[in-house]
């Protein structure tokens, strides 16, 4: 399968600090990426889809300026939690669309882990 | 009524059997269904993906699609403790947006 990679894989930072999370898609380009959160034995959550060359659009209850979505080119969407608080400590999973005639599929980031302390 | 509806388990099977995972949706123009396997603490992965009614194999996998019934199943043959893992069941609705189900817990019992 296609591979997307995250970096960092983990972060733990102060409370109030901003932390930015990379995804890139390392073998196909991706118009189209996706950013998820999963809390510990929920199911994921998905925060906003991110499109290359415009705004990110997000679900419904996430704060954009909070959740700030940079997708400068097809193959890097990069993720800013600002002004990071303990409640923002979550499982943040990227992944990224991959199309092949009508068929379409989306393939994931091994994750990054942030603790705000 | 939930978009995808899981039973959340633990569903415990032992070694060697049948693991049979069941997924309702409810949005009938849905087109693509996709089923991840998510072992704990890391990220989805896919498993398989189904686009028409009927039976898809691939290995030790089985997806089984009925839209006029509106279910999605992944069958696993020979089950192996290292199947165990949390299986969402997924679709593609509008906006190009994935859907996905809370998942179903495996355990395959050596």
């Known amino acids: 399968g296609a591979v997307v990679s995250q970096h960092p894989s983990w972060v733990i930072c102060k409370s109030g600090t901003s932390v930015k999370i990379e995804c890139r898609s390392l073998d196909f380009q991706a118009t189209t990426m996706f950013w998820y959160r999963q809390f510990p034995k929920q199911s994921l959550m998905l925060m906003a889809t991110s499109n290359e060359g415009s705004k990110a659009t997000y679900e419904q209850g996430v704060e954009k300026d909070k959740f700030l979505i940079n997708h400068a080119s097809l193959t890097l969407s990069t993720l800013t939690v600002t002004s990071a608080h303990p409640e923002d400590s979550s499982f943040y999973i990227c992944?990224?669309?991959?199309?092949?005639?009508?068929?379409?599929?989306?393939?994931f980031g091994p994750g990054t882990r942030l603790l705000v302390l | 009524q939930k978009e995808v509806e899981q039973n959340s388990g633990p569903l415990s099977v032992p070694e060697g059997a049948i693991a049979s995972l069941n997924c309702t949706y409810s949005?009938?123009?849905?087109?693509?269904f996709f089923w991840y396997r998510q072992y704990s603490g890391k990220s989805p992965e896919l498993i398989m993906f189904?686009?028409?009614?009927g039976d898809k194999e691939d290995g030790r996998f089985t997806a089984q699609l009925n839209k006029a019934s509106q279910y999605v199943s992944l069958l696993i043959r020979d089950s192996q403790p290292s199947d165990s893992a949390t299986y969402l069941c997924?679709?593609?609705?509008?906006?190009?947006?994935?859907?996905f189900g809370a998942g179903t817990r495996l355990f395959v019992k050596a």
């Open positions: 189904i686009y028409s009614n």
């Open positions: 949005d009938r123009g849905s087109q693509s």
């Open positions: 997924a679709f593609r609705g509008g906006g190009f947006k994935t859907i």
């Open positions: 992944s990224a669309r991959i199309t092949s005639g009508f068929q379409e599929t989306q393939y």
